[in-house]
């Protein structure tokens, strides 16, 4: 399971595009990708009574039917490694950073900007300018850690392979969310008040919080309308396992909360510490439910806390992107499917030597 063995040039799949990516630019987000893997890697096998699981994922009697769906995203999520399971190939990944979508910088100082957003729930990834300067997963946990004051705040350990990760839960063959909606079996049912509960499977996205005063904008305009608190930040991902008013699989739909998990347990694998902050007592929640400063998160933002990263495709957007020369992480299938057996066994060979 572990990636760390890994090299950039084992992944059975390419990033393709790379559309307005400087060298240094792909570099960057060729190296966040590797170090997402082995970010990963350190997220299993769960253990739904430990900390980490039981503050991003809920207690165990709220997230116990949801087990299952937790364990299969993050299966899902270490097959770009091809760490376990069924070793799946997983498909390429259309990186770029021209912001197609102009959504970099929606948000503002005390909301956030974006430094990476999901087109589509597709393999589609644009990063922003943010996301290039945030710093490596090994140089972050090793600086972070050696801070007394703060090496316990997670959020303080956040880099580009937590970015990198909360993208990849969005993509729909990776992350997926569970929605459970009561509906009439029939007209007749419906008014008779005999309802079924149904579930429904969807590419993850973003929740938010439910039960909090969310923000509106100040004016009477009726096309106005009230602004989510989304599950960004480690704050927000805690709250929404632990709060009452929460559906409880709102957790495990988060990309984010998943992101933030592995976080924890690659330090925890590394450092032999669960960094703990922020610490939320769930034992007055009422308080927490009119605690807007709380509600807020943290003060270093990774995302604009009032929209979701995931946006549609534009029609003028392309889907998949064109091949990066020098740049894949690793033989993407297409080109798998153009060598010849000779040729592939020579170069399968010459892997095994080195």
Known sequence: MAAEGVTLNQYAMNLTGGERCGKNQLEAIRAGFHEMNVLFAASLPLNMSGEAEQEFFGPEARSSNFTELIEANLQRAIQYANGGGTGTVMPDIHVRCDDPNDYCDVGNKRDGKHVAYNIGNEPHINFCRRYFGLDGLEETVENVAANSTLNKDLMAYYNRATAWARQIMHISDVGEAIVEAASPQSTTEAVNNTWTLQEYRTPMNTSFLAGVANARPNTDNPNDVQTLKYGFGATRAKLLAGLSTQAPYDA????????????????????????????????????LLADNDLQEGEKKRYA???????????????????????????????QIGGLDLGWAIAFLTILMIT
């Open 252 to 287: 495990a739909n988060n990309a984010e909360n998943y992101a933030l998990f592995a976080q924890a347990k690659y330090i925890m694998q590394k450092k032999n510490f669960y960094p703990f902050m922020p610490a939320i007592s769930f034992d007055d929640q009422v308080s």
């Open 304 to 334: 604009c806390f009032d929209t979701t990263d995931v946006v549609k495709r534009n029609q003028r957007t392309k889907a998949i992107g064109d091949p990066i020369p020098n740049s894949a992480p690793g033989l993407s299938r297409r």
